[in-house]
C-alpha cells in the first residue's frame, strides 16, 4: 500500500513533508538542547553510586520518601530490580556522615531491613575523561563517515547521507534532553550504533538511486520518479530489517532492566528515525541540489570526442 502511495507527484509530497518535519523537530531539539542541556550521569559527573536489597517488596516512591527525611542533599534513587535498589549522589552531596545516617536507617528499619551490597565513588576527573574520549570516539566516527561517503558517492549523494546521520543524532538528544533521561557511556555507545544504522539506510537508498539515474532508458524520467522508484524498490528491505532489529531492541528495553534502558530508548529512536531520514532526507535532499541524470554521465576527454564525432 505504502509503495502504491509512493508513485508519481504523491510519493514526491511526502518525501518534501516529511524533510519539513524533520525540520521542524530538529529546531525543536536544538532549542531544547540549549534550553534544558542533558542530564549527564554519574559516569560523567562523578559521586557516590551505592546499591542495596530489601528482604520485602517496597514501592520506589515510600522508600524515596523515607530516605528524604534521613538524607539532606539531592540524590536519585532508581528501581534495578524486584527488591534491587540504586542510589545516586552528586559529589557535593555526599557527605560521609549524610551517607551513614540513610544508610543505617534503612538497614535497621524493620519494615526495608535493607542490605547494602556495594557502595563506590567515581571521581569527576575520571567523568571528565570519559566525556571527553566519549565525544572523541564521537567525532571520529562522523570523519570517518564522511571521508568514506566522499569517495562512495557524487557529492550531492553524500551532502544529503550526512545531513540525515546528523538529523538522527540530534532527534536522539532532544529526546533524552525534553524528558531528561539519565545520559551515560551506554548511551554514548548507543549514538556510535545509530552513526552505523543510519549510515547503512542512507547508503542502501543512495546506491539505488544511483543505479536507477545510469540507466540510459531513465533519462527522460524526472529526477522526483527516478527517487521515488529508488526508495519503492529499496523500502520492502528498509522495513523489515528496522522491524527485526527494533523487535531486538524492545526486547532489551522491556526485559533488561533500568541498567540498559537508556541505551535501549536511543537505539530504538535511532532507528525509527534513522529509517525515517534515509527517505525523507537523504534521498530528498539531493533533489534539491540539482541531482540529475547527467551527473553520472560519463565525461569523455577531448581526444576522444573529436573522434567520437568524426563522420
Known sequence: MLNTFLKGEAGTRLRF?????????????????????????LDFTGGYLTEFTTSQSVELKELKSFITKNHNGE?????????????????SDSVNSDRSDWQSAITQNADINAEVLSSAYIGSQVGDELFEQGCLALFSAMVAVMLYLAVRFEWRLAVGSVVALVHDLLLVL?????????????????????????????IIVGDRVRELLRVKSNNALSPASIINN????????????????????ASVWLLAGAPLQGFAIALFTGIVVGTFSSICIAATLPELLGLSAKNY??????K??????MP
Open 17 to 41: 513533508s516529511g524533510m519539513i518535519l524533520s525540520a521542524i523537530l530538529v529546531l525543536l531539539s536544538v532549542f531544547t538542547l540549549s534550553q534544558k542541556g542533558l542530564n549527564f550521569g
Open 75 to 91: 540524590f536519585e534513587l532508581t528501581a534495578q530490580g524486584n527488591s534491587h535498589f540504586q542510589l545516586r549522589e552528586a559529589p
Open 174 to 202: 532532544g529526546l533524552f534532553s525534553l524528558l531528561q533521561i539519565e545520559f551515560n557511556l551506554t548511551v554514548l555507545a548507543s549514538l556510535l550504533a545509530i552513526i552505523g544504522y543510519s549510515l547503512n539506510d542512507s
Open 230 to 249: 529508488a526508495i519503492k524498490s529499496t523500502l520492502t528491505r528498509t522495513l523489515i530489517t528496522s522491524g527485526t532489529t527494533l523487535a531486538t531492541v
Open 297 to 302: 554521465e560519463e565525461k569523455l576527454d577531448v
Open 304 to 309: 576522444t570526442q573529436a573522434l567520437m564525432d
